[in-house]
């Protein structure tokens, strides 16, 4: 709080300006013009109608051949399309079946990245009404193969970039955003791009894969999100070496030199888009993506998706997943594979809500076991060698050489990969923890799918129909002598869009560890028993809007009840309201 104080203050000076410079009058000075001095530079945006041609190729406003004859005719449209008028329903039914013609997953994700560029809202409408399809197509795991050839599939840019060439005048880039109501940020300096590691630049495709599920998933208007990427090079020689590569041809930025533009970065977010813009920490390396959370968590709108959304979304599902195993979270032992961002995030929020319940407060230091997993399991003697963060959770044993002596030995009921190293949950490790218990609860988190510890096909025959799996990254159902499972995505899309329309819609000025819990609760309760019975542990994501609604909800009302809210009078309905917030990519009607 008291950087907060210090921050208003700051801004308050601003107000202590030499008058003729400041026009006052409550007016809100978007464009920073008034508040700045004679001799200061300012960025000359001017606002216009568009039409005619330029309305066409406008992504916002185009409705493609949906213009009605009126608007045509008001708008100069007359002659620029054939006659035809389609309705919004017809167009996305053109769309679907053309993006269906196409075999290869890229080549979807290209053709929607294309018509997002060609008209904003039946790029949503698609999205919201197949949300099933077209998931894996903008987002895990495809996202993660346009990041690895973004370079060669680059066409127009997305986003802002921020690279080290601009330390100094990070304010000015911000500036050039053609929007000002900015509502959600989502940042990447693309160190480790979901389970594929170092991208550098072309990790863009992550926050702009993030966003458009914010407004999807979430609701959040497009033009109040804003996808960034800081580039301080890269240490990924293919990159390095490929001509076609579009970030800085150098080797990443470390130490003081990082820490001083994300500073001047989070910084000047603050400055240009106010204290109430959720800044969310997207595919950080682990070191840097520990420290930017503990720094910033104080003094901004800050959340980490893989460290506090992984983790919210799992805790839901294990939580959902007690419904079926039985007993409470500390009758059960977790074995992780990977102390990263996911699995001390996850570690870290399941002790939390384990300690909320007081009775269960002696034993879950003993429910809870901590496994790092490199070449050697951690030993305490070990202990002040590892990472701070993963330190609370290493646990004195003896030492195993393998994941299949940990899960022996240790006899987990809940095994939970957030390693990032594919294939790791072998069939060995599945049919040991089958063998000691009737029900093991198998999470393979990492992405895209080439990264899965397991897929959902090996996890059901392995187990032999005994396990209940979720993934990361989407499997398709499986058959398993005659009967079907169908796996849960444990992904934090189910949790970041909702949380954070809560997080906007309360104007909420910091994230508490209890507002992830309240979202994790939301999205648990939202199982039906019908779901329970098919083995589900997550509901399905066609019903997200309603889902995301609950979770804003919760996560709301978390804020108010913590003070953090700004946003007064408190709605009555916090689900309702929520609802009205969101946006609809139904077509507009232009007078
Ligand atoms: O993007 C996803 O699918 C989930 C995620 O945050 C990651 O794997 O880093
Ligand atoms: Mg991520």
Not at 184 to 210: A, F, N, S, W, Y
Not at 271 to 277: F, R
Not at 316 to 338: N, Q, R
């Amino acid at each position: 709080m008291e950087s907060t104080m210090k921050e208003l203050g700051d801004s308050a000076s601003v107000l202590d300006l030499d008058p003729k410079t400041a026009v006052g009058g409550g007016v809100e000075d978007v464009y920073g013009e008034d508040f700045a001095t004679e001799d200061q530079l300012i960025t000359p945006w001017t606002v216009s109608v568009a039409s005619g041609y330029s309305l066409l190729r406008d992504p916002r406003h185009n409705k493609g051949l949906a213009f009605t004859e009126k608007e045509r005719d008001a708008h100069y449209l007359s002659g620029l399309l054939p006659p035809v008028v389609l309705s919004q329903q017809l167009q996305e039914k053109k769309l679907m079946n053309s993006i269906r013609q196409y075999q290869l997953p890229i080549q979807k994700y290209m053709a929607m990245m294309e018509l997002e560029e060609r008209n904003e809202r039946l790029f949503y409408k698609l999205l919201i009404d197949n949300v099933e399809e077209l998931l894996p197509v903008v987002y895990t795991p495809t996202v993660g193969e346009a990041c690895q050839k973004y370079g060669s599939i680059f066409r127009r840019p997305q986003g802002l970039y921020i690279s080290l060439k601009e330390k100094g005048r990070v304010l000015d880039v911000l500036k050039n955003w053609p929007e000002r109501s900015i509502q959600v940020i989502v940042v990447t300096d693309g160190e480790r791009i979901l389970g594929l590691g170092d991208l550098g630049c072309q990790g863009m495709g992550i926050p702009v894969g993030k966003l458009s599920l914010y407004t999807a998933l979430g609701g959040i208007r497009p033009s109040a999100c804003l996808p960034i990427t800081i580039d301080v090079g890269t240490n990924n020689e293919k990159l390095l070496n490929d001509e076609f590569y579009i970030g800085l041809k150098q080797r990443r930025a470390t130490g003081q030199e990082y820490s001083e533009l994300l500073h001047e970065f989070m910084s000047a977010v603050k400055q240009c888009y106010g204290e109430k813009v959720l800044i969310q920490f997207e595919d950080f390396a682990n070191h840097n993506a520990f420290e930017l959370l503990a720094k910033y968590r104080t003094s901004h709108l800050v959340f980490n998706d893989d460290i506090q959304g992984t983790a919210s979304v799992v805790l839901a599902g294990v939580v959902s997943a007690l419904k079926i195993l039985g007993g409470s979270l500390a009758d059960h032992k977790f074995l992780f594979l990977g102390a990263g961002e996911a699995g001390t995030g996850i570690a870290e929020l399941i002790a939390l809500e384990m300690s909320k319940r007081v009775c269960f407060y002696c034993s879950w230091l003993y429910g809870l076991l901590f496994v790092v997993w490199g070449s050697n399991i951690a030993l305490v003697s070990r202990l002040e060698s590892l990472q701070h963060f993963k330190q609370p959770w290493a646990h004195e044993h003896e030492s195993v050489k393998t994941l299949l002596e940990a899960v022996n030995t240790l006899k987990p009921t809940v095994l939970i990969g957030a390693s990032g190293m594919g294939k790791t949950f072998t069939k060995e490790v599945i049919e040991a923890m089958s063998s000691f218990n009737e029900k093991p609860l198998i999470m393979a988190l990492s992405n895209p799918t080439s990264q899965a510890e397991c897929t959902a096909e090996e996890a059901y025959t392995w187990s032999k129909g005994k396990a209940i799996f979720a993934s990361g990254s989407p499997f398709d159902p499986v058959e398993y002598e005659g009967k079907v499972f169908v796996p849960g995505q444990g992904n934090n899309a189910y949790i970041f869009p909702g949380f954070g329309l809560g997080v906007v819609m309360s104007g909420a000025i910091r994230v508490h560890d209890d507002m992830l819990l309240a979202a994790s609760e939301a999205l648990a309760e939202q199982v039906t028993d019908a779901e329970y019975e098919k083995g589900l542990i997550y509901p399905p994501f066609s019903k997200i809007r309603k889902i995301s609604a609950e979770i804003a909800a919760k996560v709301a009302a978390k804020a108010y009840e913590l003070g953090l809210a700004s946003r007064i009078p408190r709605p009555a309905s916090l689900v309702k309201y929520a609802e009205s917030c969101m946006y609809s990519p139904v077509y507009r009607n232009y007078r």
